[in-house]
């Protein structure tokens, strides 16, 4: 028993002179969109699971996709719960991407990354895989002259998601509506969208319109003002790469991305984004 309380003692001792744990690091938030951002410009490669809930009209879409990417030349490859495969590679198959649809006729069929097809019940193309989006979100383009909402990004705390701790990002912007505008000549729904940094989607979808067309001079449209409403990214504080990201807008929620598994400029044979890689249908 006297050598119970003798080793506690001295335990007890000894942990007064061990140094504290190191709080946590404390970030402002320019200094947390810089480093997200330049962590996100500093990808090379990128190996990730994506669970997607994105709002389809008036119901929501959920998708568990696989996806490994090359960042300079871009290098796609996808594969959903279903058994879905998309392989896109730069200066490769006249700029359509593989699909094997693991469904009637089971054969691999090239498309329009940004046709019909392959932007139907979706938010983005495969051509914005990974975390590009995230970063014209924050940072906007050169064509947006409104930078408002890009302004209204702040460092909300911290928070845990799946057990990693993370650096809460999160813009409130109540001035979130739709306006109208008169599309000029040669305008698209991506020189639109970054020109109201609103993304793609909602201007197809509001004016009915696909991608992949030029919207006749004049058009008027209804575009959203902003991305959204309220845009909530949670930031790994060990990557500084985001693993969730929530949209709300004027109905709700619009779309929420979970990031799992991440793995960052790790090394990817170029064999495994060819079509005739083992395991691949395409």
């Not at 109540?174 to 505008?181: I, L």
């Amino acid at each position: 028993m006297l050598r119970f309380i003798w080793l506690t003692a001295l335990a007890t001792g000894l942990l007064a002179f061990l140094p504290a744990a190191p709080p946590a690091e404390k970030l402002t938030t320019d200094q947390l969109l810089t480093r997200l951002t330049d962590a996100i410009d500093d990808l090379k490669t990128l190996r990730c699971n994506v669970r997607a809930q994105e709002r389809i009209g008036s119901s929501y879409q959920q998708a568990r996709t696989s996806m490994k990417m090359t960042l300079s030349p871009l290098r796609v490859y996808l594969k959903n719960q279903k058994g879905i495969e998309v392989l896109w590679v730069t200066g490769q198959n006249d700029g359509d991407a593989w699909v094997y649809p693991n469904s009637f006729p089971y054969v691999t069929l090239s498309l329009d990354p940004n046709g019909t097809l392959m932007r139907r019940n979706q938010h983005h193309s495969v051509l914005d895989a990974g975390f590009g989006t995230i970063a014209d979100i924050i940072r906007g383009s050169n064509l947006r002259q409104d930078r408002a909402f890009d302004r209204s990004f702040h460092y909300d705390g911290d928070t845990l998601v799946a057990g990693h701790p993370c650096y809460v990002l999160r813009s409130e912007f109540p001035q979130f509506r739709y306006v109208t505008y008169k599309a000029g000549k040669g305008e698209t729904v991506a020189r639109v969208a970054a020109r109201f940094g609103c993304g793609e989607y909602r201007i197809m979808e509001r004016n009915s319109l696909s991608a992949e067309t030029a919207i006749p001079e004049g058009k008027v449209l209804q575009v959203p003002n902003a991305y959204g409403r309220r845009t909530i990214i949670c930031i790994d504080q060990k990557l500084f790469l985001p693993i969730s990201v929530q949209v709300f807008d004027d109905k709700g929620l619009f779309e929420k991305f979970d990031f799992s598994e991440v793995a960052a400029n790790q090394p990817i044979p170029l064999a495994e984004f060819t079509k005739d890689y083992k395991g691949y249908k395409l």
